[in-house]
């Protein structure tokens, strides 16, 4: 693996960074196809470490985890208008069922079987709402059926055409939470619930902190009646929409008749919700917390959360330091920590700590003649700061560093949130601020409501408006005119330029 001193430094060219991060943490890698990636193993661990807190969420908030199909009749996309004006452009279809040789060679060696057209084309999944609302109209009879709340963990395509590893691929891994209720109310608090669960995934396994708000109606999905996403800044001060939540009405219900029989002998249509994160949470968390020498990883969601490094010169140190590694090794384990022992030969020490350090490794324990000698080892924190550790209570020191370091990851974050953050801008202050040498950040600013103003500030700042705020993030002060047009106010807006 080469050495971490040869990544992009961030000043320089951050998006050369994050990909530099990205491949010498061995995170992901570009695939023959293009616009789509290769989730590597250590990459993948994080995934699956995310995967796992957030259904436990999921199933403690009473979802449930289903599958549906990969492929979608592509007359289910024109039920809904809105909707299928949101996906039109992205959407890869599936019109053959097979190929035929032609006894050519190279790329035209097959062809699709003209005999094996389609009756109706198959649009392969750019979101789920509409086979899954076909299905719920089967399973939905009365207001005893309801809530229905179901949750799916599956992979994504949209066409894509300027892509980057996590942050926009063709096909990406995701879940999407689908529910039915019976009231609008009901789907409401379900679609603010989930924001809610997202928000203290990301803050408290992620240490990423977020705003959380609606979105504006030329920024809500195709199809929902409201949108509500989080938001989180990162090193380069642009936003990262880092998950939705949509309250759908009853768009989707009526579209695919999705009705039930009331307690009064009445039919209704229920009422939606879809709400979902994906891998680019991944990107986020490179973006949010790494350096110049490679990732950083929060410890909850760290592969690798302890390497053991054995140093030695003789046979007779080796077996003296891998023995008393071995057992520090046994007993962070067997208490849940995740950790591995590197005894490599072949590799010097300091080569060792270059290589997890660029894998993001939060915590590095040194083990040494001397070190054994001693009791002792030396810990090295990913996030600055060495000193030795009896091994006497090495366990207890290890989960208070993991901790410690996981919480100064969120308020580090935090912190360089607010010192990027203007509020009650006025429209020349926010130009300077978007195009300035800072790179802008969040500004929150008065905003009339028009649909025009928002198209301009876009066109001559590079700005959108990430969210109106919920009441926790909004200024003290109420803004009474739009920061750009001058108009009385309908909202405060946060706005950013963003990935």
């Given at each position: 693996m080469a050495q971490a001193q040869k990544i992009?430094?961030?000043?320089?060219?951050?998006?050369?960074?994050?990909?530099?991060?990205?491949?010498?943490?061995?995170?992901?890698?570009?695939?023959?196809?293009?616009?789509?990636?290769?989730?590597?193993?250590?990459?993948?661990?994080i995934w699956e470490l995310m995967q796992g807190a957030l259904d436990d969420m999921f199933r403690a908030t009473g979802h449930r985890n289903a599958y549906f199909p990969l492929f979608i009749p592509m007359s289910f996309l024109a039920k809904e208008a809105e909707h299928v004006e949101g996906f039109a452009k992205e959407v890869a279809l599936v019109t053959h069922t097979r190929l035929k040789a032609t006894g050519k060679a190279?790329?035209?060696?097959?062809?699709?079987?003209?005999?094996?057209?389609?009756?109706?084309?198959?649009?392969?999944?750019?979101?789920?709402?509409?086979?899954?609302?076909?299905?719920?109209?089967?399973?939905?009879?009365?207001?005893?059926?309801?809530?229905?709340?179901?949750?799916?963990?599956?992979?994504?395509?949209?066409?894509?055409?300027?892509?980057?590893?996590?942050?926009?691929t063709t096909e990406f891994l995701w879940q999407e939470g689908h529910t039915a209720h019976a009231t609008e109310a009901e789907a409401e608090a379900e679609a603010r619930?989930?924001?809610?669960?997202?928000?203290?995934?990301?803050?408290?396994?992620?240490?990423?902190?977020?705003?959380?708000?609606?979105?504006?109606?030329?920024?809500?999905?195709?199809?929902?009646?409201?949108?509500?996403?989080?938001?989180?800044?990162?090193?380069?001060?642009?936003?990262?929409?880092?998950?939705?939540?949509?309250?759908?009405?009853?768009?989707?219900?009526?579209?695919?008749?999705?009705?039930?029989?009331?307690?009064?002998?009445?039919?209704?249509?229920?009422?939606?919700?879809?709400?979902?994160?994906?891998?680019?949470?991944?990107?986020?968390?490179?973006?949010?917390?790494?350096?110049?020498?490679?990732?950083?990883?929060?410890?909850?969601?760290?592969?690798?959360?302890?390497?053991?490094?054995?140093?030695?010169?003789?046979?007779?140190e080796r077996g003296?330091?891998?023995?008393?590694?071995?057992?520090?090794?046994?007993?962070?384990?067997?208490?849940?920590?995740?950790?591995?022992?590197?005894?490599?030969?072949?590799?010097?020490?300091?080569?060792?700590?270059?290589?997890?350090?660029?894998?993001?490794?939060?915590?590095?324990?040194?083990?040494?003649?001397?070190?054994?000698?001693?009791g002792q080892a030396v810990a090295a924190r990913r996030t600055g700061g060495k000193a030795p550790v009896k091994l006497a209570g090495l366990l207890a020191a290890v989960q208070g560093a993991l901790d410690e370091i996981q919480m100064t990851l969120f308020t580090t974050a935090q912190e360089r949130c607010e010192a990027h953050t203007i509020r009650g801008v006025t429209k020349q202050q926010f130009v300077d601020f978007m195009k300035g040498s800072g790179g802008g950040g969040f500004a929150y600013g008065g905003f009339c409501g028009s649909g025009e103003c928002e198209a301009e500030i876009k066109q001559q700042t590079g700005a959108t408006i990430r969210v109106l705020p919920d009441p926790e993030f909004r200024s003290p002060e109420v803004p009474k005119t739009c920061m750009w047009c001058g108009k009385p106010s309908v909202a405060e807006a946060v706005w950013a330029q963003a990935y």
């Open positions: 992009t430094p961030r000043t320089q060219d951050f998006s050369e960074w994050y990909n530099d991060v990205v491949m010498q943490a061995e995170l992901a890698d570009y695939s023959p196809v293009r616009g789509c990636m290769v989730i590597r193993p250590h990459g993948y661990r190279g790329v035209q060696a097959v062809i699709p079987d003209p005999a094996s057209e389609l009756e109706e084309p198959l649009v392969v999944r750019p979101t789920s709402e509409t086979i899954i609302y076909a299905m719920f109209a089967k399973w939905i009879q009365s207001y005893r059926d309801l809530p229905l709340l179901l949750n799916q963990w599956c992979n994504i395509v949209r066409w894509e055409f300027r892509t980057r590893l996590f942050l926009r619930q989930m924001l809610g669960v997202y928000r203290r995934f990301q803050e408290e396994w992620m240490a990423m902190p977020v705003i959380t708000g609606k979105k504006t109606e030329s920024e809500k999905f195709a199809g929902a009646l409201r949108t509500y996403a989080l938001e989180a800044l990162m090193q380069d001060n642009k936003a990262l929409q880092t998950g939705t939540s949509h309250n759908l009405g009853q768009n989707f219900a009526k579209a695919f008749n999705v009705q039930y029989q009331t307690a009064a002998g009445g039919l209704e249509y229920v009422w939606n919700t879809s709400w979902g994160v994906s891998t680019r949470m991944i990107g986020g968390l490179v973006m949010t917390h790494s350096d110049d020498n490679g990732l950083v990883a929060p410890p909850k969601l760290a592969p690798v959360q302890v390497v053991i490094v054995p140093i030695w010169k003789s046979e007779e003296q330091v891998l023995g008393v590694g071995g057992k520090v090794k046994d007993e962070l384990a067997h208490a849940g920590v995740r950790v591995e022992i590197d005894a490599r030969d072949s590799v010097k020490p300091g080569a060792k700590y270059f290589e997890w350090e660029a894998k993001g490794v939060p915590l590095r324990l040194e083990i040494g003649p001397r070190d054994v000698a001693a």
